[in-house]
C-alpha cells in the first residue's frame, strides 16, 4: 500500500543536516557560511577553513513500528543516514580528527536531541583526500562520515469501527435452509 497522503515525516534529511551543520559550527568554531550543504554546483567555495556536508548514504536499522490513536494511525521508523564531511583548508587534518572524537561524546547526543529524534551513532576515521583547485594547487582536505540515527515518525488518518450493533436472529428465518 503506497501512503502518499499522510503528513511528511518530523525528522527529514534538512532538518538533519541542519542540525549536524550547527554541531559543526560549535565543533570547530566555524562561521554558519563556512558549513554548507555538498552537490551544490557553479558556486565558487569560500575562503579559508571550511566544511561540506553530503549526504552519503541511508540503512534502515529495524522494522516499522505502528501505533495508533484516535482517528489516526503513526508509522515510526529507525534508520541511519550517513552524512560525510569534507574539511577544507588550513587545519582540516586536526578539524576532522576533531569531528571524530566528539562526535560519539554525550554533548553532542544532548546538541542533535535539541533538533528531534537525531542520535549519533559512530564516526569513521578520518582520511585525507586529494583535492586541486581550480588554480592548480593542492589544498589540505580531510573526510570524515559521520552515521546517526534518526528516528522519523509519519502520520495518516485512519477509518476505525469504533461501534457495533449486536442482535440475536433465529437463523432459519433469516437464513432459509434451501
Do not use: K
Not at 557553479?42 to 495508533?68: D, E, K, L, S
Not at 564531511?85 to 587534518?93: E, K, P, S, T
Amino acid at each position: 500500500m503506497v501512503e502518499a497522503d499522510g503528513a511528511p515525516p518530523d525528522v527529514t534529511e534538512g532538518t538533519v543536516l541542519a542540525a549536524l551543520g550547527q554541531w559543526l559550527c560549535a565543533t570547530l568554531s566555524l562561521s554558519a557560511d563556512a558549513v554548507m550543504v555538498g552537490q551544490v554546483n557553479r558556486v565558487a567555495p569560500p575562503c579559508g577553513t571550511f566544511a561540506i556536508m553530503t549526504v552519503a548514504g541511508r540503512g534502515r536499522i529495524a522494522t516499522n513500528r505502528t501505533t495508533y490513536g484516535a482517528g489516526c494511525r503513526t508509522v515510526w521508523m529507525q534508520q541511519r543516514i550517513d552524512v560525510r564531511v569534507d574539511l577544507h583548508g588550513a587545519g582540516a587534518g586536526d578539524g576532522a580528527g576533531r569531528v571524530a572524537l566528539l562526535f560519539r561524546d554525550p554533548a553532542c547526543a544532548d546538541f542533535l536531541a535539541g533538533f528531534g529524534s537525531i542520535a549519533p551513532l559512530h564516526a569513521d576515521p578520518p582520511v585525507q583526500r586529494d583535492f586541486v583547485s581550480d588554480a592548480a594547487q593542492y589544498e589540505d582536505t580531510w573526510q570524515v562520515t559521520l552515521s546517526l540515527q534518526v528516528n522519523s515518525t509519519a502520520t495518516f488518518a485512519q477509518e476505525f469501527a469504533d461501534t457495533l450493533n449486536v442482535g440475536i436472529f433465529e437463523t432459519d428465518a433469516t437464513f432459509p435452509p434451501e
